[in-house]
Structures are given as C-alpha cells and as structure tokens.
C-alpha cells in the first residue's frame, strides 16, 4: 500500500498561513480523493477538505471555505493544504489521507483507509 507522508504544520499567529503537504511515496495515489482531516484535543477527527484526484474538483467544510485551499500534484504524487487567515480555532492535529470512494462520500472519514502520519498546527491569539 501507498505511504502518506506529511510535511509542513507549526506554530503560527492568528491571521497567518501554513502550507501542509503530503507525498504518497512507494507507488502512484490512486484513490478517489486526498483528504484532510484535524482532530482537536477531546474532539473526534473531522473533515476539512478534499480534492479528487483525477479531476481536482474541491471540497471544503464551511468553516475553511474561503480561507483554506486544497490541490494536488499527479506528477509528483503530492496532495497540499493551503491554510491563509489562521485562527486559535484551527488548532488541531491535521491528518491527510487516500480514500473517499466518490463524491458523495468524500466527506465521511469511514470511507478513507490509508491515513498520513498527522502534523501539528498551532494558531496562537
């Protein structure tokens, strides 16, 4: 099986940026969608973005909509999380992961199988 493998996340201030990446290493990414989950201390994982990956159509949860923006490299096998205007709330461990099985289920953490290792991302206020 395809690795994910994580890149980026830190520390950062409110209003500012990250860029997260992750490099499917060990073969071509061939699932439906990447997608990026967080998980905050005492809370389940949950979305945040997707993209397919064979047509690059977006998917956003309301919260990031408009400030974060995912797409991916099909040449170099590596999926991105651009976060701008960061806020303390965004604070969370953020995963990426292979899976999603189509457009309906891109956004159910169930229907992803191969998960990154995770990266920090701390917004300090």
């Known amino acids: 099986q395809v690795q994910l493998v994580q890149s980026g996340g830190g520390l950062v201030q409110a209003g500012g940026s990250l860029r997260l990446s992750c490099t499917a290493s060990g073969g071509t990414f061939s699932n439906y969608a990447m997608g990026w989950f967080r998980q905050a201390p005492g809370k389940e994982r949950e979305f945040v973005a997707a993209v397919s990956w064979r047509e690059g159509i977006t998917y956003y949860e309301d919260s990031v909509e408009g400030r974060f923006t995912t797409s991916r490299d099909t040449a170099e096998n590596v999926g991105y999380l651009q976060m701008n205007t960061l806020k303390p709330e965004d604070t969370a461990i953020y995963y990426c992961?292979?899976?999603?099985?189509?457009?309906?289920?891109?956004?159910?953490?169930?229907?992803?199988?191969?998960w990154g290792q995770g990266t920090q991302v701390t917004v300090s206020s």
């Open positions: 992961a292979g899976g999603g099985l189509g457009r309906v289920w891109v956004r159910s953490r169930s229907r992803y199988n191969n």
